[in-house]
């Protein structure tokens, strides 16, 4: 019987060591698909919020505009390079929600979602007049002209190049203007017809990059709406490294004096409870890694507020079991009884926190429904931890010697 | 798992010594002083509250911040007349780490006039290191979205906690519940109130954390006066039973915060700077929690409960006279 419970717990604590070793290398991948995500204020990367507001006609927002809007805007990014760009769409408020990581520069990602960009060449006789537009392009690239300035070259599609020859060819001689949204690009003096569907947008560009994002624009075609920043955070990547050494550094120090007081305190149960915190990190993390659920500043401090919390439910079983060694149970008797008690005090203890937990998760967003998530992973993963690993545990340890030193226990 | 009965496993009353702990005072007897403390900073932080409210950040009001990191050093006053000089006045400049970083706050800035600032400052100050930027720009929209769901959540997560304590324990125990949670968020609030410490959405969550963790002890020391009032026999006095009770939970109160305390205070000391704001709140509001928990939930348990046994005799006697 000794040997047996000696056995299973020796056994146990090399069985959760492993398990602690081999968990190292997948949550802390720092592939988001292999391992725990990283919040954009962890790995850097920039978090907008654009909203759509009508154009000047005043025309009511559709769903179906929104869609359009939220391929168009994803074309830009994937034409930026940026690697799985998250864009959400809230009908609701008429909004888009994009979470850009490792983003190099977010100037011009702000200046390309901004931008409406409704290219459209203007009647030579009349300049309000507009005679072609960005839906008949078929494409745009970015260029250096002969001169050596940085230019956008167009093509037309077939319809786009019928009237475009037509036009030329009736108004050579005299300038036409090509306005992207409502700013004059240039305005070239058409020397002779053309009919190959080619032409040349000279916008005073100052470097090739600034060409490239008009080209981008103008392939993935012009928003149905005009789209407002509204909410913008953005994260350099160093700045984000600092923030994650300096929430580690906490969570060491902070889990560091945990186990101390544990240990000092309650001894014997301190230790199981110390291996416990273990076992539950180990879960809080697995459960992370498993729905993917990104993990911000915000929720790293939840995980570490929790790992507080979940040494609750262990003081509540200890500061129990001595009373009922004091009553003068035996100590295999007195940690059922003190599991059965405890358990309903925690119960009733943890569905309130978790009323707000949840209240959090429906009613916030971004950061504080991150937050709410940790936290409510934290919560229930601390509940079963103790119900099955701590009183496991302690069941072993009381099965060692059926006489122990009810001091062991802190009595 | 209704409404529990008396277990038979939990220990004999008669063996219970009187005295837990060397330093045992009276807390059911003294509760009007402790009312009494807590009062003492509630009233100024209502004050404070109402005469100038909180101080809001971005989050709330609008606004943008930049949180720059410079190649050399520099010095707030010749950021505050830069940014004066480009019309941006009123903008409010904190420098720290050395003088090589600098938090710019201004009002919310589109994509032109942010270009403009970061342009300006890189000329007239120094280059600005743009991976270790960081810049936040809430719309005045956005900010008044927060403050709504924050009231919601607040209000939705009371009503929650009332009704389960109600179902769990009594009417009574989720009103004296609730007030104590009361306290604790008007202490928070009061306390950044009073000092003007900005407050930003991390706040939010800070509140309704501290909400559902005092709820948390308060149930815990609820829960054992539920296990005593069932074992009390006719005669026997509510108000000892309750002096009892807290003092068989004081060593899990003292030690339970003693542990989040630790963390939070690590998070505050060592975390980053977006997580301050949120580490202090829930340092005082989870400080708070276990002192109203201790010296006020079940205290104001008692007086609602003499208030209503008083009622009771007041509708007996009538009963008899008639």
Redesign the interface.
């Known amino acids: 019987m000794r040997r047996g419970n000696l056995f299973k717990l020796l056994a146990l604590i090399v069985v959760v060591a492993v398990l602690t070793v081999l968990s190292i290398s997948p949550l802390t991948n720092p592939d988001p698909k292999k391992g725990i995500p990283l919040g954009l ?1 962890i790995r ?1 990367g920039v978090n907008l ?1 654009l ?1 759509a507001e009508p154009g000047p006609d005043q025309a009511k927002i559709t769903k179906d505009d929104m869609d359009r809007a939220k391929v168009i805007v994803e074309k830009r990014v994937n034409a930026m390079g940026i690697a799985e760009p998250i864009i959400q769409v809230d009908y609701d408020k008429k909004r888009l929600l994009l979470d850009l990581a490792g983003l190099k520069d ?2 011009e990602a ?2 390309l979602l ?1 931008t409406t960009a409704k290219l459209t060449f203007r009647d030579p006789n009349d300049e309000t007049k507009v005679v072609l537009t960005g839906s008949d392009l078929k494409d745009a690239r970015a260029a250096q002209d002969s001169r050596g300035r940085y230019v956008v070259d167009i093509t037309f599609n077939s319809e786009g190049a019928k009237k475009f020859a037509d036009i030329t060819t009736k108004n050579v001689g005299k300038s036409m203007a090509i306005y992207l949204d409502n700013t004059k690009q240039t305005d070239p003096v058409i020397q002779e017809a053309i009919t190959n569907g080619a032409a040349q947008i000279s916008g005073g560009y100052k470097t090739l990059a600034e060409a490239a994002v008009v080209a981008n624009m103008l392939r993935s075609g012009a928003l149905p709406v005009s789209l ?12 984000g490294a ?2 994650l050494w ?2 580690l ?3 060491k ?3 560091l ?2 186990f101390i ?2 240990l000092v ?1 309650y001894r014997v149960p301190g230790l199981v409870a110390n291996f416990s915190l273990v076992v539950y990190a180990l879960i809080v993390l697995w459960t992370l890694w498993v729905f993917k659920a990104v993990l911000t ?2 929720g ?3 995980f ?2 929790s ?3 979940a ?2 439910f262990n ?2 079983i200890y ?1 129990r079991l001595k ?2 060694l ?4 035996r100590i295999r ?1 007195a940690i ?2 003190a599991f ?2 405890a358990f ?2 925690v ?11 949840v ?2 998760i429906f ?6 429904k991150g ?2 998530v940790t ?1 409510l992973i934290g919560i229930i993963s601390s509940l079963f931890t103790a119900i099955t690993f701590t009183r496991y545990v302690l069941r072993i340890l009381a099965g060692l010697r059926s006489e122990q030193n009810p001091k062991l226990y802190g009595a | 798992m209704a409404k529990n009965k008396p277990e038979s496993n939990t220990p004999q009353e008669k063996n219970m010594p009187e005295k837990r702990f060397s330093w045992q005072f009276p807390i059911v007897k003294l509760r009007y002083w402790w009312f009494a403390l807590s009062l003492l900073i509630i009233i100024p932080g209502i004050l404070s509250l109402v005469l100038h409210g909180l101080n809001l950040g971005i989050d709330f009001t609008g606004g943008s911040t930049f949180d720059l990191a410079f190649n050399k050093k520099v010095g707030q006053a010749e950021i505050s007349s830069t940014l004066d000089a480009i019309g941006l006045t009123g903008s409010r400049v904190q420098i720290y780490e050395n003088g090589t970083k600098a938090i710019i706050r201004t009002k919310d800035l589109d994509v032109g006039e942010r270009d403009k600032l970061i342009q300006t400052l890189e000329q007239k100050i120094g280059t600005i290191d743009r991976q270790s930027i960081k810049e936040d720009k809430v719309g005045p929209a956005i900010g008044k979205e927060l403050t709504e769901m924050a009231i919601y959540a607040l209000l939705i997560a009371f009503a929650g906690m009332v009704i389960y304590l109600t179902i769990r324990f009594e009417f009574l125990y989720g009103i004296s519940a609730i007030i104590a949670i009361l306290h604790d968020v008007l202490v928070t609030l009061g306390i950044f109130s009073i000092f003007r410490w900005e407050i930003d959405s991390s706040f939010v969550a800070a509140i309704l954390t501290v909400v559902g963790y005092s709820i948390n002890d308060t149930v815990v020391i609820f829960d054992r006066i539920r296990e005593n009032q069932e074992k009390l026999r006719r005669g026997d006095s509510y108000e000892e039973m309750v002096e009892k009770s807290v003092w068989q939970t004081m060593a899990r109160s003292i030690n339970t915060v003693l542990t989040v305390l630790i963390t939070l205070f690590a998070i505050f000391l060592l975390g980053g700077s977006s997580t301050k704001v949120f580490a202090l709140a829930m340092l005082i509001g989870v400080f708070s929690g276990a002192y109203s928990s201790v010296f006020n939930a079940s205290q104001i348990l008692v007086e609602l409960k003499n208030w209503q046994e008083r009622r009771l005799k007041r509708v007996k006697l009538g009963s008899y006279r008639a």
Not at chain 1, 228 to 239: C, H, T
Not at chain 1, 349 to 357: D, F, G, K, M, Q
Request: no cysteine.
């Open positions: 204020d850097g919020v909203q977010i100037d702000r200046r901004s407002k920043i509204v909410q913008e955070r953005s994260v350099g990547a160093l700045f600092e923030s300096k929430s550094n906490a969570a120090w902070g889990i004096f945990i007081f544990m305190y500043l915000p790293l401090a939840g570490i507020l790992v507080g919390m040494v609750d003081i509540i500061e009373e009922e004091r009553a003068g149970k008797a059922d009884a059965n008690r309903i005090t119960i009733d203890a943890h569905v309130t926190t978790s009323i707000a937990a209240t959090l009613l916030g967003t971004g950061a504080i937050f709410a936290l």
